[in-house]
């Protein structure tokens, strides 16, 4: 069950989370980007935990509303609008609730994942957040429970460590082809770790990676 | 790489600073990072921007004949779509506003969302996107070009056209032209190195170049040994000339772009090549610009813009601009 | 540090080819190294010139309001007698010529050997030496300041005075006006490499800076650990202030001029310490430069040049002038 | 005795000794000036060399004269219009001699001094070129023989070596004050391998330095 509760302290897990691994983002990004991921996610994502804390907000749609604006205007980058309509999703999947149960939360996720394919203009296999989201939607609309959302954590840190092998063809990194192929998406670990953090909340006991070498 | 800075994230803040201090005949929308002309005109309005770190692109080009209005991001990072709505609501005359977005993924879906604000505010609003860059191959299955140095000459054409009463349309269709003919590529001698993260975009061996680099310090298409100037600017204009479509006796503009850390002088070696190869294959150089106009922080290298011009771009090419980094009269 | 160039002695050769080549409106004369004016005025005639390097110093100042002609010599060095006699054959046109001569050893003996060349065939000639440089301190038995960035507030100055048609005598008074009152001092974050010797002019740990640099590669006054943009500027400013004589209520135009390889951000940030600092003297900015005016090859850092206004010289200043490198209406 | 022939050879044998040491006298140049020193003085007397081969000179001063004009016309810096300088006053003191006895040779060299000491402004004990040409001067007008021109190159060589322990007062050097000690001043070499190659040419059997390692 995702409660407002939950998903407060999901949001400072996340932005702790991203802080932690600002540079092992940056320095992915560094290799097949322009080595900004890391900082653009732990501003946004500090300047969204911050703009929640000590607020009461009537309902997850409003929470995930203000989470949304202060993405829009803190990441920039192809992240920032990404991330920002993914909370959009969850804005409107979750509106006038002040919990949902895994259910619903399996819709907010698909409809935020179809959220991203429309704003990205993106498939999946294109080395893009999206190769992340996607299996992590599947696996928890095939079975939203809390043995799903785990499930959707497996397939996400998969998927992540998948993008190494492909090349890009969306994004910054497609700009380098086949010299891609070998490094992962730093947009696919931010999101694996979106997944881990949000199953810690709502679930526990989620055993987290270290990012910091296999993800090279 | 030592920085002439203070703390890394007051840098674009105090850039601006210094921008609006040096140039009284601009401005700064206070609590943004959007530069306008301090001296607005009642006509179509021109905004461009993206990352910073490209100096003097883009508040550069803020003024008469040119730009509007020039957002800037974090270094490297598009400006989010708040910043560019801002922009948009300070310049609109109620003639409407062009967006010169050049073509990454982040600048495209931030400068979009703010579009989409704008028009919901019932500000008549158009966009172009700028992809000169012929290093990457375009498809429809692919994110495309990259926008990168040609984006000056959209500017300037477009913000001539705008400068002298045309309406939305026809600046959106000029400046569509405009992109249509220009084409660009560049190589690096040495990468950059943004500021919050202090370490270099790449590492080079001392005798290694990058080529087909874009301008955020990302690595290019391939590495090579470094050559002759005469030899990389071949290799690149010979790319530029092959996707350009321009034809003996065309006229065309050009743009020899340092990236930060070449010597002017070596620009002017490398021009004198280009200047060689346009007049052996009878092409008429009708502007030549050598210079800084859009850079990638302190890397070396440089790039070359070749622009087709036909009657219509050339006057508005001609056309006066006063800007701190594009000066004709 | 690897070169954009082809054979290192053709670097000059090149460079002014690629010069010409690029602005119509300047011409080599033939087998020299002189950059004239294509359309020639009659009028009093600027030549300045130096080492190569420092570009877009001296040919990019060549142009209307400005220079008559530019002299390069090889990098670093001052050109000889016969090129600088050469240019003032080239320029004169009966109303006399004056020289603008930075103050190195060099520049000084070679352009003297020239003028005394020039006055023999009867040709009106007047000198001045520019010593802005206040890292160095002043005295009857040394060599005395150095000629650097505060040089360009020269050619403007004395360009504009010749282009409205003053005397020989004149412009020579208000060059020597200008000389008087401009003060400058420089630092760098890196060194720059010759081409011909492709050796580092001096080797700096990953935290030090040099302080009190001159133009041409060489070491400064001293080295000390890299600080805050802010508190270099104030070392320079500090130093300058001094030595300059400006007070309280005064009227200067400043320029912060990038070495070579130092981003336009990074210039603009110390520029916006220059605007705080003056602001807060209540010393009123009539005019800021701040870009690539009088470079040291791909050297990383600045100078800050203040010069000292009285009427006379805003309003020279304030004068049109038409050249690559230094345009306004 | 100075003749047309062994002048000729002088001008040759430097050019040649410039050119080797052309990198020693650029990096001691480095150190305390702009680097360039090497390469002005081997461009400059390559130049007059190549000027003066398989031409016939009527007399000593015209073959001077020749000389500096083609320094001249191809050095530049200030060590151009110095040496220029020396070769003018030569080609005064020996015009139409087509050979000279060393008192002629001493006043040539006396003469040669004074020019650079009024060109250059310059006293002796300011680390210049003077520091070397004033001993080397002096030896050969106390003994204006064999003797004498070897008592010069002695003078001079020692005259460049102690150069390392003062600091420069004219010159590019100057501009670093104190920090100019440790060095020895390039024109003051370039000057001392002069008069080894002028002694070498007219008396024969000189025991050449190597700057390589005794310069720093
Ligand atoms: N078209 C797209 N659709 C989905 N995700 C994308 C797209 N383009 C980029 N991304 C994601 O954004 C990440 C890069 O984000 P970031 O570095 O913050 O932005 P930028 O590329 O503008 O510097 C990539 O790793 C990728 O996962
Ligand atoms: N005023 C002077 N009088 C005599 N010799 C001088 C003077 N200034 C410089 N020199 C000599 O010139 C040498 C430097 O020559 P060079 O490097 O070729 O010229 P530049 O200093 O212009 O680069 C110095 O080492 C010094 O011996
Ligand atoms: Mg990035
Ligand atoms: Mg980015
Ligand atoms: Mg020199
Ligand atoms: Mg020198």
Redesign the interface.
């Known amino acids: 069950m995702l409660t407002l509760e939950t998903l407060q302290a999901f949001i400072q897990a996340y932005a702790a989370r991203l802080a932690e691994l600002c540079t092992v983002l940056?320095?992915l990004d560094?290799?097949?980007?322009?080595?900004?991921h890391g900082?653009?996610m732990a501003?946004g994502f500090r300047t969204a935990a911050d703009r929640i804390t000590g607020e009461t907000f009537a309902d997850l749609g409003a929470l995930c509303q203000a989470v949304a604006m202060a993405l829009?205007?803190?990441?920039?980058?192809?992240?920032?609008?990404?991330y920002a309509t993914a909370f959009m999703r969850f804005a409107q999947s979750w509106k006038d609730c002040t919990n949902v149960d895994f259910g619903q939360v399996a819709t907010g996720v698909a409809n935020a994942c179809e959220g991203l394919r429309a704003?990205?203009k993106a498939e999946v296999g294109e080395k893009t957040l999206l190769d992340v989201w996607t299996p992590a939607s599947e696996a928890l609309a095939a079975q939203p429970d809390e043995y799903g959302m785990r499930a959707a954590v497996a397939r996400a840190t998969k998927a992540a460590l998948a993008s190494r092998d492909i090349p890009a063809?969306?994004?910054?990194a497609?700009?380098?082809?086949e010299?891609s192929v070998g490094t992962c998406d730093p947009g696919s670990i931010s999101s694996a770790v979106f997944f881990e953090e949000l199953a810690d909340a709502t679930v526990g006991g989620v055993t987290k990676t270290s990012w910091q070498t296999s993800a090279w | 790489m030592?920085?002439?800075?203070?703390q890394p994230d007051q840098?674009?803040d105090?850039?601006?600073?210094?921008?609006v201090?040096?140039?009284p005949e601009l401005k700064r929308i206070a609590g943004t990072q959007v530069i306008v002309r301090a001296h607005p005109k009642a006509k179509v309005a021109l905004v461009s921007g993206g990352?910073?770190?490209h100096?003097?692109a883009h508040a550069?080009y803020v003024g008469v004949g040119m730009l509007d209005a020039a957002v800037s991001?974090?270094?490297?990072?598009?400006?989010?779509?708040?910043?560019v709505l801002s922009a948009i609501r300070a310049v609109d005359q109620g003639q409407g506003v062009l967006l010169v977005i050049k073509n990454?993924?982040?600048d495209v879906?931030?400068f979009e969302?703010a579009a989409d604000l704008a028009s919901m505010e019932g500000i008549a609003i158009e966009k172009v996107i700028v992809a000169d860059d012929v290093?990457?191959e375009n498809s429809t299955?692919?994110?495309g070009q990259?926008g990168i140095a040609g984006t000056v000459f959209v500017h300037k054409i477009a913000g001539a056209a705008a400068e002298a009463g045309m309406d939305l349309a026809t600046v959106k269709r000029i400046a569509e032209k405009v992109i249509a003919n220009v084409h660009s590529m560049g190589m690096a001698?040495?990468p950059c190195t943004?500021p919050?993260?202090g370490?270099p975009?790449?590492v080079l061996g001392?005798?290694e170049?990058e080529i087909g680099i874009?301008i955020?310090?990302?690595?290019g298409?391939?590495r090579e040994n470094?050559r002759?100037?005469?030899e990389?600017v071949d290799t690149l204009l010979d790319r530029i000339l092959a996707h350009s479509g321009v034809v003996d006796g065309d006229e065309v503009a050009v743009m020899?772009n340092g990236l930060?850390?070449?010597?002017?002088?070596?620009?002017?070696?490398?021009?004198?090549r280009v200047?060689?190869r346009l007049r052996a294959r009878n092409i008429a150089v009708h502007k030549?610009l050598?210079g800084?106009y859009m850079?990638s922080?302190?890397m070396?290298?440089?790039s070359i813009s070749l622009l087709k011009l036909d009657d219509e771009l050339m006057s508005l090419l001609d056309a006066?601009a006063?800007t701190p980094a594009y000066?004709?009269?």
């Open positions: 940056d320095d560094n290799r097949i980007g322009d080595g900004d900082t653009n501003r829009l205007a803190s990441v920039g980058g192809a992240s920032g609008p990404l704003r990205g063809t969306k994004g910054r497609a700009y380098l082809g010299r | 030592k920085k002439l800075m203070n840098y674009v105090q850039m601006l600073e210094g921008i201090a040096a140039h990352g910073s770190g100096e003097p550069g991001g974090s270094v490297f990072t598009s400006p989010t779509p708040d910043q990454y993924t982040g879906m931030n969302m290093a990457v299955y692919t994110v990259r001698l040495s943004v919050a993260s370490k975009s790449f001392e005798d170049v874009g955020h310090g990302e690595p298409t391939h470094l002759l100037a005469d990389i020899l930060g850390a070449t010597p002017q002088s070596e620009l002017y070696i490398a021009y004198r200047a060689e030549a050598v800084e850079t922080l302190e070396a290298g440089f006066p006063d000066r004709q009269s």
